[in-house]
């Protein structure tokens, strides 16, 4: 269902071939909050009411969970009712002027105040968790996973791209009453500002990847309090931000 076959020519020095690859599917899912359209995501579909959810976590369009009232999926579509502040009615805002991502980063004051701390053993050895088979079959997807301080994995998803991967995970937690306060991030994607905020929205304390940071991660997770982990390996990792939420 998140795959479908499709027939290529290879070339190569040796000459050409037919082959068949599985290639990962991308499907539109409208999101509409309080019977505005709020967003067209391209997303792999599944989880739907996790990647819905985690989207108005994420992306700050509520501020506290309990603001979300009640959602529903039919089909392609989502509807998800909120009580509507002052913060959804600037999101629309700036969303309408085409600011959002800008003025809304610049305007938000957040900051993660976890006091949970893990080690740098338990995040290398949660490499393991953003492995998929999809991937291996498609090269084409992204992984995110929430792992609490022993380095159990609460909540995985995988989609092909990686901010709905971490909405998906975000989305999963709320759904299942997850504190992330006390658990970290895995991601298989580079870190930007967007995916560090996102995170920080959530109240998530540390973001780890396999990958590099942007310039705009750093200074977000900087800015937020987020402790930002990049270039994870089983040996080693890196740590650019708030390192005194890690410990060897």
């Not at 989207?55 to 392609?76: A, D, T």
């Not at 995110?144 to 380095?151: I, P, R, S």
């Not at 900087?222 to 005194?244: M, P, Q, Y």
Request: net charge negative.
């Amino acid at each position: 269902m998140y795959t479908n076959n499709f027939e290529a020519v290879e070339l190569s020095k040796d000459g050409s071939s037919a082959i068949t690859y599985e290639v990962a599917v991308e499907d539109t899912i409208e999101l509409f909050v309080n019977r505005f359209p709020v967003a067209s995501i391209l997303a792999t579909p599944e989880m739907i009411e996790e990647l819905v959810l985690g989207y108005v976590i994420c992306e700050g369009i509520v501020k506290e969970k309990g603001e979300i009232k009640s959602y529903r999926i039919e089909g392609k579509t989502a509807h998800v009712e909120i009580t509507p502040g002052d913060d959804f009615e600037l999101w629309m805002e700036l969303r309408s002027s085409g600011c959002v991502g800008v003025k809304w980063d610049e305007n938000e004051t957040i900051t993660v105040n976890s006091k949970t701390v893990f080690s740098s053993p338990v995040i290398r050895k949660s490499l393991v968790y953003i492995e998929s088979d999809i991937y291996k079959k498609t090269r084409g997807t992204h992984a995110a996973c929430l792992v609490d301080t022993e380095g159990n994995c609460v909540a995985k998803a995988v989609d092909i791209g990686r901010h709905n991967a971490y909405d998906k995970v975000v989305g999963k937690a709320y759904l299942e009453g997850i504190d992330v306060s006390k658990h970290f991030l895995m991601s298989s994607g580079r870190q930007s500002a967007g995916m560090v905020l996102k995170a920080a929205r959530a109240g998530i304390p540390l973001v780890a990847t396999k990958t590099a940071p942007f310039n705009t991660g750093i200074e977000a997770a900087i800015r937020t309090g987020v402790t930002l982990v990049g270039f994870v390996s089983d040996e080693k990792l890196s740590v650019f931000a708030n390192k005194a939420r890690l410990f060897p």
